[in-house]
């Protein structure tokens, strides 16, 4: 997807002004709701107030992404559950004595990846299949359904984005 720099700002407008309501209770509460580990919602959350000053306007650029995080977590319930479990099963490592240090990283990254893979898969209404090259369509998959919009907007106004 590219967009011209008017159809990104236009883009970035829109998505700003959907953000002017969101009442940040009601992101802690999807976020809950979804089961996203505490710790993760606490960071997302801690976006909230970030802006960004885009072509002299100030565009709430927190926001957005809490509010495109939100969009993506219910038009994908069964990722969002396979990624907290994943999370999970990496969690519950670390209490293992003596290894369970060790093994955290890797279990993690594993859980998430096949926990994120298992929960695209079903939100298509597909079964598991098998298979590295699968695995790795997935994921390049779900990133970029993830990332496609935000990239965009970000590639066309790159030379418009200052700093606060």
Do not use: C, Y
């Amino acid at each position: 997807m590219e967009l011209s720099r008017p159809a990104a700002k236009l883009d970035l407008a829109l998505l700003d002004a959907e953000v002017k309501d969101v009442d940040r209770t009601n992101a802690l509460t999807v976020f809950t709701n979804a089961g996203i580990p505490p710790e993760v919602t606490f960071r997302l959350t801690s976006l909230w107030e970030t802006t960004r000053i885009v072509g002299g306007k100030t565009v709430q650029i927190g926001k957005i992404i809490i509010l495109q995080i939100i969009k993506f977590i219910r038009e994908n319930p069964h990722l969002t559950i396979g990624i907290a479990l994943g999370a999970a099963i990496g969690a519950l490592t670390s209490l293992i004595p003596f290894i369970g240090p060790l093994l955290t990283p890797l279990v993690t990254v594993i859980g998430l990846v096949i926990g994120g893979v298992g929960g695209r898969r079903m939100d298509r209404g597909e079964e598991i299949g098998t298979g590295i090259i699968g695995l790795t369509q997935e994921i390049i998959d779900i990133a970029k359904k993830f990332f496609e919009l935000f990239a965009a907007i970000f590639n066309a106004l790159r030379a418009d984005f200052q700093a606060n």
